[in-house]
């Protein structure tokens, strides 16, 4: 275990220390190097800072290039006073002194017209080829299997569409008994079920009218319970609503997984409360509610 140099004074021992500190300091200060960084002598040496060899060289190779300069321009200058003294011929005996410019002329143009005849039969053809593939049979056949697939399913899946259109994304929802809460909160957190769900998907984000006011509503689900808030930027008050899995089956059968006709059917009541199909609770606000109860009182969701 390490421990302290014992000492009589912490205040002495502190400036003993400093004083110590200050003369390693000092002495770092003022150390001088033992290595002798100076240029040697040498490269002081004219013969070493000026290289004549190489200057002697390139002065020999900018004259040969002026001596071959001179001559090219004196070889240039006596072809042009050559071409001076030659009388001027006419163009017409020229042409006809000539011979022929190509003898092969005429077969070459045989052969460039066979060629195009054959490139525009080729592009003929293919732009009279019939397809092989049938895109009406394949939409029968896709909504064959669509019919197939919902058959054979036990529980209702939502098939992946565009993301420009709001609609569901593929979602399993298991069987288990439940209904839906009501509760109003004032900011746009969402519900404790949202925050804990591990696989929580979006399936609607629109905005809309619910009772004469217009609410951006958005509506995701964990694979279980449906998960609804509808904000009001006028009052920046989030409305929220979670529908149980059970009732979450039963409307998303009804609506044939389209989750916009399920944001149709809720409403906003005179005390603020988001509502499916209008149904209200006779409890306190964010109470538990009965859905099947709603569903007797209301006659269904269907009607």
């Known amino acids: 275990m390490d421990k302290a140099i014992p000492c009589g004074s912490k205040i002495c021992s502190k400036r003993v220390q400093q004083k110590e500190q200050e003369m390693h300091r000092e002495r770092i200060r003022n150390m001088k190097s033992q290595i002798d960084t100076r240029p040697p002598m040498v490269a002081m ?132 008994d439940g209904a839906f809460t009501s509760r109003s909160a004032p900011s746009r957190a969402p519900p404790k079920d949202l925050t804990e769900g591990a696989n929580q998907k979006f399936v609607l984000k629109e905005g809309m009218k619910l009772s004469e006011t217009y609410y951006l509503v958005d509506m995701s689900t964990d694979g279980r319970n449906l998960f609804v808030s509808a904000y009001d930027n006028n009052t920046s008050t989030t409305l929220e609503i979670v529908v149980k899995e059970k009732t979450h089956r039963k409307l998303y059968r009804e609506s044939n997984g389209d989750y916009r006709k399920i944001a149709q059917r809720l409403k906003v009541s005179a005390q603020g409360k988001l509502l499916l199909d209008g149904v209200e609770e006779d409890g306190e606000a964010g109470e538990e509610l009965d859905a099947m109860g709603m569903v007797a009182r209301s006659g269904g969701y269907g009607g």
């Open 45 to 176: 040496l004219e013969h070493v800072k000026v290289n004549l060899k190489k200057e002697q060289m390139m002065e020999d190779r900018y004259t040969e290039i002026d001596r071959d300069n001179r001559i090219l321009l004196k070889k240039m200058t006596e072809i042009m006073k050559q071409q001076s003294t030659f009388p001027p011929v006419d163009k017409r005996v020229r042409a006809s002194s000539a011979g022929p410019v190509s003898l092969n002329k005429d077969a070459r143009k045989k052969e460039l017209m066979r060629i195009t005849k054959e490139n525009q039969n080729i592009l003929r053809r293919i732009q009279q080829a019939q397809p092989v593939y049938n895109h009406v049979e394949w939409e029968d056949d896709h909504k064959k299997n669509a019919s197939y697939l919902k058959n054979r399913c036990e529980f209702p899946l939502v098939l992946r569409t565009p993301r420009m259109t709001p609609r569901s994304e593929l979602v399993n929802v298991a069987e288990d």
